[in-house]
């Protein structure tokens, strides 16, 4: 099993330019994750997938975010146009169901400067 | 939102002795899940116990949970170094989306 596969692993940024991340879920996971990392604290959730569809992106801002999951297996996370305050890591989990453990990508580091 | 808070902020423990850290939560839940992190690093998923398990055990991991108090606790015994990261408790309310804490801080010095 190949795991939660997300690229870049970093990004560097000037503000006001776009940028987007991959992500490509464990085969068969369903449920796929987009979440924000800041240094020291948890993960916050900005938008979960069930196959195709989102069904939760009520933390995603929408102004400057988006994210797509087209035919329900890997997906992508956009901001355009970024902001100093975007800096994070962007991590991508998936899950077979709802209710069970998520894997997790390693990640993409963005610098917004 | 965060609903899990994880108690002790940090811990710096010496290598061979036990680490516990704990979590407390607000509202009800389907189960409460542990993840370790290693710096700059994804989160691995370590151990998921449901609302109605008061114990469950994996390796050198031992987690409780009491439903009555919010709370869970968890104990890695025998610490060694590479067990060095963050931990965090999340739990999982009635529409499968993680409220994660803020993690713990283990420092294992050899």
């Known amino acids: 099993e190949a795991g939660v596969v997300q690229s870049p692993r970093y990004k560097i940024i000037e503000k006001k330019q776009p940028v987007a991340f991959w992500c490509n879920p464990i085969?068969?996971?369903?449920?796929l994750y987009w979440y924000r990392q800041n240094l020291g604290q948890g993960p916050e959730l900005l938008i979960r997938?069930?196959?195709?569809?989102?069904?939760?992106d009520s933390q995603l801002p929408k102004d400057r975010f988006s994210a797509e999951r087209l035919k329900g297996v890997d997906s992508t996370l956009k901001i355009q146009p970024a902001e100093l305050g975007d800096s994070a890591v962007y991590l991508c989990?998936?899950?077979?169901?709802?209710?069970?453990?998520?894997?997790f990508g390693s990640g993409t580091r963005l610098t917004v400067v | 939102s965060q609903q899990g808070e994880e108690d002790p902020q940090a811990l710096s423990i010496q290598e061979g002795e036990n680490a516990t850290m704990n979590c407390s939560y607000k509202?009800?839940?389907?189960?409460l899940q542990w993840y370790r992190q290693n710096s700059g690093r994804g989160l691995v998923h370590l151990i998921l116990?449901?609302?109605n398990e008061r114990e469950k055990h994996s390796g050198r991991l031992r987690v409780t949970l009491d439903t009555s108090k919010k709370s869970s606790s968890l104990l890695i015994t025998a610490s060694r170094a590479a067990d060095t990261a963050s931990y965090f408790c999340?739990?999982?309310?009635?529409?499968?989306?993680?409220?994660w804490g803020a993690g713990t801080k283990l420092i294992i010095k050899p």
């Open positions: 509202t009800s839940i389907n189960n």
């Open positions: 116990i449901r609302s």
């Open positions: 085969s068969g996971h369903n449920t």
């Open positions: 989990a998936s899950s077979r169901t709802g209710d069970d453990g998520y894997t």
């Open positions: 999340a739990t999982d309310e009635s529409n499968y989306q993680l409220i």
């Open positions: 997938y069930e196959n195709e569809e989102a069904v939760d």
